[in-house]
């Protein structure tokens, strides 16, 4: 069984079972203003990386005068897209990426990703070596944001993955409690919006069973919630099972990333969450939504960087995949 087909009862036995007691208030304000720059019509303009994998391999193809690939992958490092941070020491990076974005006059859009048992092991494994290290590592990264704004995703798959080997010998409680202390800890930063990652619709089976859980692991505390992180689901599927799991939890906002969804997942054979062929890329990012808990459409996972090795000989989880690349836009309506 793949990691986005599980059964619906073995989710939400599994998450009733990882959630601690207690039922704080629910709220329904929503999320406080970030600073940033606005456009005309007051959306939010975000960070556009140039010295990201696709930056870097438009210069390539542009230099050796392969124009056609150059108009492609111009589709992709042209728009802003967020930037995983997964350093030992997070700091120096986040520091000079907001101040960069704070110079241009856009917001940046951080990924925290270096929760203790990464990916329980597979294509993206590693993190910080226990509980200790990663409160020390989150406090560093929002020391490097300090009063530059910044949204910030927290640890995709993080929440989702107390299902798997991560939550061995009770570590389950452990690991809502640092994304708990992750939430805490960036929103002590007076400019930083922060969304949790709450998996996608595949995983979303049953709503009612992710309330508890996301509640422990700070979700009230947060802006909101990050859906559809490295998924292909299509924003309309996405924005209904959000919504569902929005209600739950008092009417909270969400972001969706977008960025490989135009074409929606692979419904049969295959992978549908490994480099699945025929993907395209989705909507660009905005915060124009026309939906009051919808605050953004972001490319949260960079379009062009792999999902992992597959077993099909790709490149490993984060690097670049050229091919991969134009197929999507290729694939793009």
């Keep these: 069984m793949n990691r986005y087909g599980r059964a619906a009862a073995a989710l939400a036995f599994a998450l009733a079972v990882a959630a601690c007691s207690g039922d704080p208030e629910s709220s329904t304000a929503p999320p406080a203003a970030s600073a ?36 492609l992958l111009k589709k992709i490092a042209e728009r802003p897209a967020a930037i995983w941070i997964g350093d030992r020491d997070p700091h120096d990076r986040v520091r000079d990426i907001t101040a960069a974005a704070q110079r241009a006059g856009q917001m940046p859009v951080l990924v925290a990703y ?87 619709a595949g995983w979303i089976a049953d709503p009612a069973a992710w309330v508890e859980p996301m509640r422990e692991a700070g979700a009230e505390e947060a802006d909101g919630f990050a859906f559809n992180v490295s ?6 599927e996405s924005t209904e099972a959000a919504r569902r799991l929005s209600d739950g939890l008092g009417g909270a906002h969400f972001v969706i990333d977008t960025s490989r969804n135009g074409n929606g997942p692979l419904r049969e054979g295959g992978d549908s969450w490994c480099n699945p062929k025929g993907r395209a890329l989705g909507a660009e990012p905005t915060t124009e939504t026309g939906d009051e808990r919808l605050d953004a459409l ?19 989880a984060g690097d670049w995949f050229h091919g991969y690349a134009l197929d999507l836009v290729r694939n793009t309506r």
């Design 36 to 71: 940033g720059a606005k456009t005309a019509s007051g959306a939010t303009r975000f960070y556009v990386d140039a010295d990201g994998a696709a930056a870097r391999e438009l210069r390539r193809v542009t230099e050796q005068g392969r124009t056609e690939e150059a108009a």
């Design 114 to 200: 270096h929760i203790p048992d990464r990916d329980c092991g597979r294509f993206s494994a590693g993190g910080a070596a226990d509980a200790g290290e990663y409160r020390t590592w989150i406090a560093r990264f929002a020391e490097g944001i300090g009063d530059r704004p910044a949204w910030v995703v927290v640890e995709p798959d993080a929440l989702a993955h107390i299902l798997d080997d991560c939550t061995r010998g009770g570590r389950a409680a452990e690991r809502l409690g640092l994304l708990r202390e992750a939430v805490q800890t960036l929103k002590r930063r007076p400019a930083i919006r922060v969304y949790l990652d709450a998996g996608n």
């Design 298 to 316: 972001l490319w949260v996972k960079r379009p062009g960087e792999s999902d992992g090795e597959c077993g099909r000989g790709e490149p490993k």
């Design 231 to 236: 998924n292909f689901f299509t924003t309309e």
